[in-house]
């Protein structure tokens, strides 16, 4: 094993290693900081698209093919995803980074097993999701917390005090770079031994027997839906979403 790397997980069957390097880790993580930047401030230049990340998270991790795959699935569901009654998305885009890394990864240790291809892309993307919904929980705690910032803004500004406010606005998007850099490198670093442990608890050659499951999963899924659709709220569109992405997925290979 390299002096600077970590191990990922490996498939028991396998009997492989797949190293994802600390340098990966940070510079992935930086992407992260970038993203929460794009999406925070007014900047807004799309570079926190997960098509954009994906790509890049791929270059980073040796395997563009596959981090672009993830992306435009994952860019897929997030088409769904709108904010209604003035409320907060999860951090999803930040979700995005740390589930194409993990995709990536699971993908090379697989060999690029195209059986595992559903599994791996439904694996991620439900990372993604948990990472976003925490990453935003996070985030919204500053944000009740932030509130002296506003009141200091408005002081110096009083006070004719521009170049101070300057400094201010600038050192916030400091903030938030650093924020989603070290939420990501937080996120991957904790999910690969998860990773590690989930499939070989498992283990690929027995996840055959969850194919006998699938007469039940249209009816979860409209279920589902149409509990969501009752309430009325974002969430029905962005499970409708994620559904749809699955079963594309699964029917394509």
Do not use: C
């Amino acid at each position: 094993m390299p002096k600077n790397g970590l191990r990922a997980f490996a498939f028991p069957t396998e009997g492989n290693f797949v190293l994802i390097t600390l340098k990966s880790i940070l510079l992935i993580s930086i992407l992260g900081g970038i993203v929460s930047v794009d999406r925070r401030t007014s900047l807004r230049l799309m570079i926190s698209q997960p098509l954009f990340t994906g790509l890049v998270v791929g270059l980073l991790l040796g395997d563009a093919r596959d981090g672009f795959i993830f992306g435009a699935v994952y860019q897929t569901i997030l088409l769904g995803v709108v904010s209604t009654r003035g409320s907060r998305l999860p951090d999803l885009w930040i979700g995005g980074v740390v589930g194409t890394a993990l995709f990536v990864v699971l993908r090379k240790s697989s060999g690029a097993d195209p059986a595992v291809m559903g599994l791996s892309t439904a694996y991620a993307v439900f990372v993604a999701v948990i990472v976003g919904v925490i990453a935003g929980a996070v985030y919204r705690v500053w944000e009740s917390r932030s509130d002296f910032l506003a009141d200091l803004s408005m002081e110096l500004i009083e006070r004719e005090k521009v170049q101070m406010v300057s400094a201010l606005h600038v050192s916030m998007i400091a903030f938030h770079l650093l924020f989603g850099a070290v939420l990501t490198f937080i996120f991957i670093i904790s999910s690969m031994p998860l990773n590690d442990k989930l499939l070989g608890f498992s283990g690929m050659d027995r996840l055959v027997s969850l194919k006998y499951l699938e007469i039940l999963i249209p009816f979860i899924g409209i279920g589902f839906l149409v509990n969501l659709l009752a309430g009325r709220g974002k969430y029905f569109w962005f499970a409708a979403g994620f559904l749809v992405t699955v079963v594309l997925v699964n029917a394509l290979g």
